[in-house]
Structure formats: C-alpha cells, structure tokens
C-alpha cells in the first residue's frame, strides 16, 4: 500500500530551539496533508490542514505561529514547532490524503518530540 | 461536537482468544466510522469502515458493525493471534471524509 514517511522518528531537543518534522508520501502525489499531536493516553488531536500551495488551515486553540506548517510540493508537507519548551514535548503524526482518491488516508509513523 | 469513546487498555488476551473492543460515538449528522490499526513502529493502517447505518466492516477476521440506535461501532475478532498485537483506534468522520475524530486507542497484547 501507500506509504508515508515521517523524519525523525524522534528527536530531542533544548527549550528555545526549534525543530522540523518532515512527512513525505513516497508513493503518491498528496493534495493534503494532516498533522496531529497525541499525548500519552489520549487521543490523536488534529492540529492543522495542509494544503499544496497554500496556507494551512489550524484547528481552534493551535497557534499558527507556534506550529509552522509548509506544504511546498504535492509530496512533502513540513511541521517547525518554533521556540519549543518542555509542554510541546508529544508524538506528532502526519497523514496523507492521495491526489484522486476520496476517503483514504495513509499515515506516517510519527515523530516523538522531547524538549528539555 | 464530534467524539469517540474507546474502552481503555491495555487488553490482553491468549492467542485463538475472542477479542472486543468497545467504541461508542456522539456526531452531528451521519458520521463514517473507522477502526485504524498501529502495529509497533509503523504509522495507522485503516483496517475496515462502514459508511451509514447497519453496514459491516471486515477485514482480517476482524468485524464491526454501524448501530445507530446504540450510537456504537464495536471492533470484534474470533480468534486473535499474536500477529494482532497493536494499537486500535476508532475514528468518525462527518463531512469531509479526511478529517477525522479519533478515539483514546486500545492496546491489544496477544500472548500464546
């Protein structure tokens, strides 16, 4: 089936720095792209709609300029958590919606963000 | 607003064991259901859906059906086997078929 790539699987990092996440479909060309955080023992929360060419639409309560989302080709869709601090320490997952196709979503394998 | 209920885990069960999963909904108007599957390391696989309902899903020997009286979409398999050792999330969507409410997961550990 199709397949979608996150990196890194996980990453660990200082509070004030900021790190990017990258999601690829390496199958498939993607219209859109979703982002979403979980916390342990909770569900997936979506964050934000990422669609080609334009800006991302953000989920009531996710602040846009925390949480950079770019979405520069049909393949690619990148998450910066900018200036990050110790509460945005969660799994982020991606999931992709292919060019054509309705209903079908495939997801990347998350990314584990620790921030110190 | 949207929202899904799954029963809490972790489950463990022996191998050949009858397996459910509970997963109860609230939605505004006739919501898709879905069960998503995550084995260790790999990112959510759609296991089966049901669109309106009384339909059933299957795949895998795993089953569910869309009650809309009891507002449920329970996840059920015959016979589990340690292959099955995942994460199970039960998901709606309404309106967008790509935008979905996911429920708290369920980790399944199958022992033989």
């Known amino acids: 089936g199709a397949v979608v790539s996150q990196h890194p699987s996980w990453v660990i990092c200082k509070s004030g720095t900021s790190v990017k996440i990258e999601c690829r479909s390496l199958?498939?060309?993607?219209?859109?792209m979703f982002w979403y955080r979980q916390f342990p023992k909770q569900s997936l929360m979506l964050m934000a709609t990422s669609n080609e060419g334009s800006k991302a639409t953000y989920e009531q309560g996710v602040e846009k300029d925390k949480f950079l989302i770019n979405h520069a080709s049909l393949t690619l869709s990148t998450l910066t958590v900018t200036s990050a601090h110790p509460e945005d320490s969660s799994f982020y997952i991606c999931?992709?919606?292919?060019?054509?196709?309705?209903?079908?979503?495939?997801f990347g394998e998350g990314s584990r963000l620790t921030v110190l | 607003g949207n929202s899904v209920t799954q029963m809490e885990g972790p489950v463990t069960l022996s191998e050949e064991a009858f397996l459910t999963i509970n997963c109860t909904y609230t939605a505004t108007g006739y919501p898709s259901l879905f069960w998503y599957v995550q084995y260790p390391g790999e990112g959510l696989q759609l296991l089966l859906k049901?669109?309106?309902?009384?339909d059933k899903g299957s795949n895998k020997g795993f089953e569910a059906t869309y009650r809309k009286e009891t507002t449920s979409f329970h996840l059920e398999k015959g016979s589990v086997q340690v292959s099955d050792s995942a994460v199970y999330f039960c998901?709606?969507?309404?309106?967008?078929?790509?935008?979905?409410?996911f429920g708290t997961g369920t980790r399944l550990q199958v022992t033989l």
């Open positions: 999931s992709a919606h292919p060019r054509g196709i309705t209903g079908e979503l495939f």
């Open positions: 049901a669109t309106k309902a009384d």
């Open positions: 998901a709606l969507s309404t309106g967008t078929a790509s935008k979905l409410t």
């Open positions: 199958d498939f060309q993607a219209t859109t």
